[in-house]
């Protein structure tokens, strides 16, 4: 792959995938790591595809790219955005590209020698920071994948798994948990002081990301809120079923349980999310 020295502009183009989470803090980082040579420099973000303004949109635009230590700097369409832009044109049109795919942040991590990492603005660690020292206990953030069908196969959290270990692990009082990430909450679900809602509390997206890249540790599904992991210093271990995207995996993972980049005690698992292996996994982050 060949890198631009010094990209004028990032594109997050929307005629490729729906605007998503975790295509946006792939691009973030992406971006971060293209700009760590220029300290301060804005992250100049095109826009491509017309997708119509939405309350949601703006959210998570804001939450994503806004809270970056590179102030935001929106250039209007992508499609009018030169040949040096990031990802390249040639890539973003190859019919192959996904926004979603570690593939490119591999090749930077081999190219620069840097693990991606998350840089958030001062003011967010700051806050990140005081919900944490709030707590008596060492803050392990949970992420359970809900989606509308909560099927297993697309790695989704399962009640009759996660539910009972949440209760006993917080009942246990070892760790405060924290669960993070808005998806709907499992059915039979109770928030209590050592299991805290980020949502429920108010938390911001913004600062339930930058909580995770503070935390003690991450554990959960895999899906857009677990980038905020992988792309920090936080030991985690993340689930994802083995028929969940399992061609993009056997490119991104291969056979092994880690990222190509991922750092001390950070477990990509390729696994049904079963209590006992939900067990096994935090026994690892926190022994």
Not at 132 to 146: E, G, K, M, T, W
Not at 162 to 171: G, M, Q, V
Not at 211 to 235: K, Q, W
């Amino acid at each position: 792959m060949s890198l631009p020295p010094s990209p004028s502009h990032f594109i997050w183009d929307h005629t490729l995938a729906a605007p998503s989470l975790g295509g946006a803090l792939t691009l973030r980082m992406e971006a971060e790591t293209l700009l760590s040579c220029t300290p301060g420099a804005p992250l100049r973000l095109c826009e491509r595809g017309g997708v119509a303004e939405t309350p949601a949109l703006t959210r998570l635009r804001n939450a994503v790219f806004g809270s970056s230590v590179h102030p935001l700097l929106r250039c209007g369409n992508g499609d009018a955005c030169g040949e040096d832009g990031w990802p390249p044109r040639q890539q973003r049109e190859s019919g192959e590209f996904s926004p979603h795919s570690t593939e490119r942040l591999a090749e930077l991590y081999r190219e620069r020698s840097g693990p991606p990492v998350l840089a958030w603005s001062p003011a967010l660690v700051r806050q990140a920071d005081d919900i944490i020292a709030s707590c008596d206990r060492p803050v392990v953030c949970i992420h359970l994948r809900n989606t509308a069908a909560g099927l297993a196969e697309e790695s989704c959290a399962q009640p009759g798994s996660w539910l009972p270990w949440l209760e006993h692990t917080a009942r246990e009082g070892r760790v405060s948990l924290v669960l993070v990430g808005d998806d709907p909450l499992l059915p039979g679900f109770r928030a209590t002081p050592r299991l805290l809602h980020a949502s429920g509390e108010g938390f911001p997206l913004e600062l339930q990301l930058a909580l995770v890249s503070r935390a003690r540790a991450f554990l959960g599904m895999a899906s857009g809120v677990c980038c905020a992991a992988m792309f920090s210093t936080t030991p985690y271990v993340i689930f994802k079923h083995p028929r969940h995207h399992s061609e993009a995996m056997r490119r991104e993972v291969g056979g092994g349980a880690r990222l190509p980049f991922a750092g001390p005690n950070q477990h990509f698992w390729q696994r049904e999310a079963g209590r006992d292996e939900i067990s096994k996994a935090f026994s690892l982050l926190i022994p």
